[in-house]
């Protein structure tokens, strides 16, 4: 069975701080992706990053980066320098390549409140 | 490319009523996902298409709920009869073996309230 852990509810925080959200995950299989969606206050779902198993290189994207650790089974994002337009509820995600196995297992999500 | 179209956006109905939710992938995906978003369970896939053939339908609730997608370009969520407990958001989301693997494209949603 696979399981994704975002153990942090709601962060707040104030502008142009830097913050991390924490993603933990379990999986027997040896090839997996795992994901980070962005739902802001509209309601939609949005894609930000997939990273798959065999790829451990950290990734940056503009004040976004994200940090792999499978032996931690980790899949932590920054958002550096926050801006009020970053607050929304943040998902981790998970699927196994494997089969037809491709189902998204998410997080209960991370609701990030940036304050002006 | 337009990306996932779900209609309506807002769905108000009674209890004991005929629900259809709507679902237009992205062009040329194979693959398409309902999910259900709730306070309670969170996200959880209630089925899923390959080649508009349903692969695994094992999240459905139960037999109020049916899926159909009869073509590529078009799905529907029926929910008959609909209860207050059905009351959620439901999401639409599709994804192709041809482009990146495993990224899912999620529609804006269907926020449903049976009441």
């Known amino acids: 069975a696979q399981k994704v852990t975002q153990a942090q509810t709601e962060i707040s925080v104030v502008e142009k701080e830097d913050v991390t959200l924490d993603c933990v995950y379990e999986?027997?299989?040896?090839?997996?992706?795992l994901f980070w969606y962005k739902q802001p206050p509209s309601g939609e779902l949005v894609f930000l990053i997939r990273?798959?198993?065999?790829?451990?290189q950290n990734e940056i994207s503009g004040r976004y980066s994200w940090n792999f650790q499978k032996s931690t089974s980790s899949f932590n994002f920054t958002i550096t320098a926050s801006q009020v337009v970053d607050s929304a509820v943040y998902f981790c995600?998970?699927?196994?390549?494997?089969?037809?196995?491709?189902?998204?297992?998410f997080g209960s999500g991370t609701q990030l409140t940036v304050l002006p | 490319d337009a990306g996932v179209i779900q209609s309506p956006r807002h769905e108000v109905t009674e209890m004991g009523q005929e629900v259809t939710l709507r679902c237009k992938p992205i062009?040329?995906?194979?693959?398409l996902f309902w999910y259900r978003q709730t306070m309670m369970r969170g996200l959880e896939l209630l089925i899923y298409?390959?080649?508009?053939?349903?692969?695994?339908d094992s999240g459905m609730p139960e037999d109020r709920f049916s899926a159909k997608m009869p073509n590529a370009s078009f799905s529907t969520l029926k929910i008959q009869p609909s209860e207050p407990r059905d009351s959620a958001v439901y999401f639409c989301?599709?994804?192709?073996?041809?482009?990146?693997?495993?990224?899912?494209?999620f529609g804006a949603g269907t926020r449903l309230s049976v009441l």
């Open positions: 989301a599709s994804s192709s073996l041809r482009g990146p693997k495993n990224i899912q494209y």
């Open positions: 999986t027997r299989d040896t090839t997996y992706y």
């Open positions: 990273r798959n198993s065999f790829d451990e």
């Open positions: 995600a998970l699927t196994s390549s494997m089969g037809s196995a491709r189902q998204l297992t």
């Open positions: 062009s040329g995906h194979d693959y």
């Open positions: 298409f390959n080649n508009n053939v349903p692969i695994d």
